[in-house]
């Protein structure tokens, strides 16, 4: 019964991570389908056994998840101890093995839902004036730095908490195992309450990751500050994969403040919608846009528990029909670099597209498997993908028949 | 045949295409559920943005139960979302079987609030379980797209359309036989007036039927 599997094997040699310390970036293996079976051996450290190792891993796609302590974990593997000998050990959903198709933007990870179980509580404190806000979960959350997430809920009661940052896709940047920080500012305890502190009650909220969050770029991304002045400085909540020279439009609600920036109406000139440029790229979540915006309404980002009903949030836009960004070439570079995206700092991670104008629309879809970057369950400084100059063998399949 | 395109033009309305929440609804998410004033405020914005209507009005006629259609924008919406629509009859829907005729009305029309059109698909984008209230409870978000004419384009690339890929069955096997059948083709999506488009995003009032 072999008429329509699919079969697929590659090696590549592992880029990043050092064994024992820290992961290499998730590796994306693109096919022309989406597996059910994805094996790995890491050649090197098969060869070579040392402890944190993961010489074999697997992950079949109709084996229910298994959750310990609410978190679901679908790759097995195995990872040498100190001896070093071979055990078993896992990887959480998502984090290990997994697929992906094109289309499918809107995929979720685990929910994180507070008064669930224990291990999934988590609390939001206040943060300094101008942000950012630090989260800490119960257990470790297993994000990295440049992962995305939205929240959920965040209410303490019908009109305290933090329901305004419902829905807005956050880049977090990783402290520890259990704290990471949003760009947000949730300073003025007049309009945010901290969620789930020793004190408060009747909190409900939850937050998952977001597990392709760019698969098509640059696009909307929501606005978290704006400085104004004769250029004007625009932070971003996630990545914006802006570049210079882009074409950007503004959507400012009116509670927001800055609604100057509106790119209609205009009232110096009706109808022709008021755009602006992108001139300086700071890093994935800020840019410097070449309006002059000195006089303009302060950005307000202090939002009431009450407005949340109803609110839209303030947004950034490619316009996408004008942009000129090039990219630099200097020794060393390729002439004809695919678009990137930049999910934290400056970090570059170049798509599987061929060569673009950088600041075009990038379809970044694909479909295939991905090495995520997350640790093993129990060996919390081991991880699938390897580390840096291994040679790693995959073979992927997709069966004609899977029972069940 | 041309789903794929479909999707494809989908997913990335969804990402390049600025959102504006529900909140004409009563349900108590954020986004809220489609109310009238959600429809009237998307509409007006897109009026005062200058886009382009896709549908003229139809007049009304001397006919039981039906009344008069705006020219409307078209909005793209979900299957799961007919029976929220449903609910707004006699404040502001008009479901497709009151217009005064059908000769306009598209198979997949399912009727109109004031001047948009809604267009409904069982493929529209929906992300799932992605709001909360302040009970606990959990939402659907949708992806209602409301466009202008100049909104979008759809190009076709290389000079050449879909190609349709056949290759007879053949034998292979004692109870199989092997054949291929696929599309082939070159193409891109561009927003081409940002102005033109929002995607409205909306939670649920009803429940889901199974």
Redesign the interface.
């Known amino acids: 019964m072999a008429e329509y599997s699919r079969m697929a094997k590659g090696s590549y040699t592992v880029s990043g991570g050092t064994l024992g310390v820290s992961a290499p970036s998730a590796k994306i293996i693109n096919l022309p389908f989406k597996p059910d079976y994805v094996e790995l051996i890491n050649v090197t450290q098969s060869i070579t056994p040392a402890q944190h190792g993961i010489p074999f891993a697997f992950w079949d796609a109709s084996v229910t998840p298994v959750t310990v302590s609410n978190v679901q974990y679908d790759t097995i593997v195995e990872v040498f101890n100190a001896t070093p000998v071979l055990t078993t050990d896992s990887v959480r959903v998502g984090g290990g093995i997994s697929t992906f198709s094109a289309g499918q933007m809107l995929q979720f990870g685990p929910t994180y839902k507070h008064n669930s179980v224990a291990s999934a509580d988590f609390s939001i404190a206040l943060s300094g004036a101008g942000g950012p806000t630090t989260v800490t979960t119960a257990t470790a959350h297993g994000l990295t730095s440049g992962d995305v997430i939205i929240f959920e809920g965040l209410f303490q009661t019908s009109t305290t908490g933090m329901p305004q940052l419902n829905g807005i896709p956050f880049t977090v940047t990783v402290l520890t195992s259990t704290t990471f920080t949003i760009p947000w500012d949730t300073s003025n305890a007049t309009f945010y309450t901290a969620f789930n502190t020793s004190t408060s009650t009747g909190n409900i909220g939850a937050w998952k990751q977001v597990l392709y969050p760019y698969l098509y770029f640059p696009g909307t991304s929501f606005i978290s500050g704006i400085t104004l002045g004769t250029t004007t400085t625009i932070d971003t909540t996630d990545a914006h994969n802006f570049v210079v020279g882009q074409e950007v439009a503004f959507r400012i609600p009116s509670q927001w403040g800055t609604v100057e920036l509106n790119s209609l109406p205009n009232t110096l000139s009706p109808g022709s919608p008021v755009y602006g440029y992108v001139i300086a790229v700071t890093d994935y979540n800020t840019v410097v846009v070449n309006i002059n915006s000195s006089a303009y309404t302060a950005f307000n980002v202090n939002q009431t528990v009450a407005s949340v009903p109803g609110l839209s949030y303030p947004q950034i836009v490619a316009v996408g029909d004008v942009n000129t960004g090039g990219v630099q070439i200097s020794s060393g570079s390729p002439l004809y670099p695919s678009p990137y995206t930049s999910p934290i700092g400056t970090t570059r991670v170049s798509t599987i597209n061929g060569p673009a104008i950088q600041g075009a629309f990038v379809n970044n879809t694909s479909q295939g498997f991905i090495i995520g970057n997350k640790a093993s369950r129990t060996d919390t400084s081991s991880w699938v993908g390897g580390s840096n100059g291994d040679i790693m063998e995959w073979r992927a399949y997709l069966h004609d028949i899977s029972i069940p | 045949m041309r789903q794929a395109e479909d ?2 033009l ?3 309305i ?11 609804g009563t349900n ?5 559920n489609l109310g009238v004033s959600d429809f009237s405020l998307v509409a007006t914005t897109l009026d ?3 886009a382009y209507k896709f549908m003229s009005g139809i007049e009304g006629m001397d006919r039981f139960g039906t009344g008069p259609v705006r020219s409307a924008y078209f909005m793209l919406s979900s299957t799961e979302l007919q029976s929220d629509f449903d609910t707004l009859v006699g404040s502001g829907f008009l479901s497709q079987w009151n217009y005064p005729t059908n000769a306009s009305a598209l198979p997949s029309e399912y009727g109109s609030v004031y001047n948009i059109r809604i267009l409904t698909s069982s493929e529209a ?12 409870v ?1 939402n659907d ?1 949708y992806y209602n797209t409301v466009l202008g004419k100049q909104a979008i384009t759809h190009i076709n690339q290389d000079g050449y359309s879909m190609n349709l890929i056949y290759r007879d069955p053949y034998y ?2 004692m109870l ?1 036989q ?1 054949a291929t059948l696929a599309v082939k083709f070159a193409q ?5 007036q ?2 033109a488009i929002r995607n409205v ?1 909306s939670t649920r009032l009803s429940n889901l039927g199974v």
């Open positions: 999707l494809i989908r997913d990335y969804v990402s390049a295409a600025s959102q504006l929440n529900a909140g004409g108590g998410f954020n986004p809220s005062t943005n200058n984008p929906v992300a799932r379980n992605a709001a909360m209230n302040n009970q606990g959990l978000v292979s096997g199989a092997n891109a999506q561009a927003i081409t940002d102005t995003l």
